[in-house]
C-alpha cells in the first residue's frame, strides 16, 4: 500500500471511530464493534476483525477522542 492510500485508508478510519466514539457512552455492548463494522463498510474501507476488536477496545476503555492511528500502530 502506497503511503498516499495509507493516510487516505487511515482517514477514512478516523471519520469512522470519531463518529463512533462520539455517541458511544450508555451503548449497549457490541453496539460500538457493529457500528465500525456498518461504518467501515459504507466507506468502503477493509479492516481486519483484528483491528475492529483494537479500535472497540479503545473506544470502549478511553471514554473521550481515540486516535486510530495511535491504536493500530500505523
Do not use: C, N, P, Y
Not at 1 to 18: C, L, N, R
Amino acid at each position: 500500500m502506497t503511503g498516499e492510500k495509507s493516510a487516505e485508508k487511515m482517514e477514512a478510519i478516523q471519520a469512522v471511530v470519531d463518529r463512533v466514539t462520539s455517541w458511544q457512552d450508555g451503548a449497549t455492548e457490541g453496539t460500538v464493534e457493529s457500528e465500525l463494522r456498518k461504518g467501515f463498510a459504507e466507506a468502503g474501507v477493509d479492516v481486519s476483525d483484528g483491528e475492529v476488536t483494537q479500535l472497540t477496545d479503545a473506544i470502549e476503555g478511553e471514554h473521550g477522542a481515540v486516535s486510530a492511528a495511535e491504536v493500530l500502530r500505523a
